[in-house]
């Protein structure tokens, strides 16, 4: 058993014996389940994440200077915001009395927020409660502060690391996929929330026999897509993993000859009842990959110039953000401009939406099988499954933590009744 999965199990038992027993598990993965997983256990209990990885969390066109936005990620709601160019993230979570401060977001000055309720008023770039409005001298004052995310923007993206205050974050290279950060290569994609657990987005994407479901997409045609119905991986190399000290850490489905055979029949009951696309000039992709901590590498994809690279970030347990980007190496601006041309006429409609809604309704159709937890253990998988095995068994060992009970927040409630609307 890994040393993850082994501090797993009091983990929870110890927050709660720290914090008084007060630590409500509700929503987490019953003991008494994962007692009897026997692969993966610390995946199975990641339904909230890994924690003390980096994670995308929106596009940086999305954030304006000065502007705010109110984020959740792995159950933690936090607070974001542009100062003279930088992204600055902060725990949305009033020190006093653990009001979100996006309820009614209140900036006096361009570095701080003040919390709407009696005042607290906190920096976005250390988080200390630097005043209390309202309040002329208090000793907290200078001596309390905020969690702050780390953040770095990269590729369009910006990514936040969430983890332990006393946790040194790894460089981002070690928690995206290879490739993604390469100078030449120009990203553009959407994000979409997705109603099931992220655990779900990941496995159907690295899933080497969903392709099932893309049999009528109306990318084949556009792209000219040689697409299988199945591809049956062919012994134990079909997948391998990589796990260098010093890089990120994932599985590749191996797709070269001999690894893989595409089928392109269904035979049911001895009648040929279906067909794949058989004849479309690509023959996409040559491997798929995923890495910790939720991110799916397809390359290439859906053209021989294009990769995809896509995130599954937990929102909570229930929910995930799905950003899908697609990064093609582009040597000038005109090339770029091109490529960005390209991908809002033709990617964004057929592959990011067309190709991946087939794959957004199988995950919302898979996620009430799983809703409880039981579903890890009711499941049957079959042999080409093995690769998804091999990622949870990675991702079990590897991963730096698990979102506990402890570092969840009560999700928002919107504020009903604005005063402007109530007469008294
Ligand atoms: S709850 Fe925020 S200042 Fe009191
Ligand atoms: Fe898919």
Redesign the pocket.
């Known amino acids: 058993m890994s040393d993850i999965s082994v501090s797993l199990k009091h983990s929870i038992a110890g927050a709660n014996a720290r914090q008084g027993g007060a630590v409500s598990s509700a929503g987490f993965v019953d003991e008494s389940i994962l007692e009897r997983v026997r692969v993966g256990r610390a995946y199975v209990a990641a339904k909230y994440g890994f924690r003390n990885h980096w994670y995308p969390a929106l596009f940086g066109a999305e954030l304006a200077e000065g502007e705010a936005r109110a984020l959740t990620l792995l159950g933690e709601n936090i607070l974001v915001k542009r100062i003279d160019g930088a992204v600055h993230a902060i725990r949305d979570r ?6 979100p ?1 996006s309820t009614q977001l209140e900036c006096y000055t361009r570095n701080t927020v003040t ?6 008023t906190y920096r976005f770039d250390d988080g200390v409660l630097c005043a ?1 409005a309202g309040t002329k001298d208090s000793a907290v004052v200078g001596r309390k502060k905020l969690h702050v995310y780390p953040v770095v923007e990269a590729k369009g993206l910006v990514f936040v690391f969430v983890g332990d205050a006393d946790f040194t974050p790894p460089p981002l290279a070690h928690d995206v996929p290879p490739g993604f950060l390469d100078d030449e290569l120009v990203v553009r994609g959407k994000a979409r929330t997705v109603a099931a657990n992220w655990r779900i987005g990941a496995e159907n994407g690295f899933d080497s026999t969903h392709i099932f479901i893309h049999k009528h997409s109306v990318l084949i045609e556009d792209a000219d897509l040689a697409l299988p119905l199945g591809l049956q991986p062919q012994g134990r190399h079909a997948f391998k993993t990589s796990v260098s000290d010093d890089g990120p850490k994932g599985v590749f489905d191996n797709f070269g000859p001999g690894e893989v055979m595409p089928v392109f029949t269904a035979t049911i009951e001895g009648e040929e009842v279906l067909h794949g696309a058989m004849h479309g000039g690509n023959r996409v992709p040559q491997d798929i990959s995923m890495w910790l901590p939720c991110a799916l590498r397809v390359r290439p994809w859906p053209v021989p110039e294009l990769t995809q690279f896509e995130w599954y970030v937990p929102i909570d347990g229930e929910q995930h953000l799905y950003l899908q980007t697609l990064g093609k190496r582009c040597a000038n601006e005109a090339e770029a401009a091109e490529f960005d041309a390209e991908f809002q006429r033709r990617w964004l409609p057929k592959a990011l939406d067309g190709f991946n809604d087939d794959d957004v309704w199988a995950r919302e159709a898979t996620q009430p099988f799983y809703a409880d937890d039981s579903g890890w253990l009711k499941e049957q998988l079959f042999e080409p499954d093995g690769n998804i095995v091999e990622w949870r068994k990675l991702a079990s060992a590897h991963a730096r933590g698990i979102q506990a009970p402890q570092h969840i927040d009560a999700p928002r409630r919107p504020r009903a009744h604005p005063s402007t609307e109530n007469p008294s």
């Open positions: 009033c020190l006093h009395r653990g009001v401060l919390c709407w309720y009696h005042g607290f209390i």
